[in-house]
T-cell receptor, first 112, second 118 residues
Framework: DAKTTQPTSMDCAEGRAANLPCNHSTISGNEYVYWYRQIHSQGPQYIIHGLKNNETNEMASLIITEDRKSSTLILPHATLRDTAVYYC?????????????FGSGTKLNVKP | GAVVSQHPSRVICKSGTSVKIECRSLDFQATTMFWYRQFPKQSLMLMATSNEGSKATYEQGVEKDKFLINHASLTLSTLTVTSAHPEDSSFYICSAREPGTLNNYGYTFGSGTRLTVV
């Protein structure tokens, strides 16, 4: 699986959009980008995933660059409860038993 | 959606004893589950892949005799930390994926078990 690089931490004001970048320059054509988050002392929670196209769900939007070497997770209106560590993971989707390897993630601090 | 339950959520044990952690898929069958360990302020580290009806496969550097994994049914995997030492104190998390689904939520994670060895 391709390696990902994320900033260590970011701050965001409550109610504003949080844009979390992820670099995955060695991503291959059949690897998906997944985003998870982990609130303190809990298990990771799925947010969104995508291959090429931008994706949106009730939690967030995922913007993937045309060359697929980077992506941005957007939380449109961050709340205090969005304070968490956000992990960007690249992996093959094809196999049911494919493993998830976590990088260091980005600690998002949402401030009042 | 799929739910993965871990038990216990917290456990304190004496050095030298063994402790068992359970991971259950509540509303689906999981032929494969994964075990992670997380030290404070660090990321999740994959320890092993638990396979129903067969031996677990361990990541490089993880002692299989130290961390015994049993996946005896399609809804239960257990991790036993044997002869625990204080350095085994950590947050242990399991995950599973409902096979054959196209929802692609990836893997569902349990809420974790905080192990403290004293």
């Amino acid at each position: 699986d391709a390696k990902t690089t994320q900033p260590t931490s970011m701050d965001c004001a409550e109610g504003r959009a949080a844009n979390l970048p992820c670099n995955h320059s060695t991503i291959s054509g059949n690897e998906y980008v997944y985003w998870y988050r982990q609130i303190h002392s809990q298990g990771p929670q799925y947010i969104i995933h995508g291959l090429k196209n931008n994706e949106t769900n009730e939690m967030a939007s995922l913007i993937i660059t045309e060359d697929r070497k980077s992506s941005t997770l957007i939380l449109p209106h961050a709340t205090l409860r969005d304070t968490a560590v956000y992990y960007c993971i690249v992996r093959l989707r094809r196999y049911n038993f494919n493993k998830f390897y976590f990088g260091s993630g980005t600690k998002l601090n949402v401030k009042p | 959606g799929a739910v993965v339950s871990q038990h216990p959520s917290r456990v304190i044990c004496k050095s030298g004893t063994s402790v068992k952690i359970e991971c259950r898929s509540l509303d689906f069958q999981a032929t494969t589950m994964f075990w992670y360990r997380q030290f404070p302020k660090q990321s999740l580290m994959l320890m092993a892949t638990s396979n129903e009806g067969s031996k677990a496969t361990y990541e490089q550097g993880v002692e299989k005799d130290k961390f015994l994994i049993n996946h005896a049914s399609l809804t239960l995997s257990t991790l036993t930390v044997t002869s625990a030492h204080p350095e085994d104190s950590s947050f242990y998390i399991c995950s599973a994926r409902e096979p054959g689904t196209l929802n692609n939520y990836g893997y569902t994670f349990g809420s974790g078990t905080r192990l403290t060895v004293v």
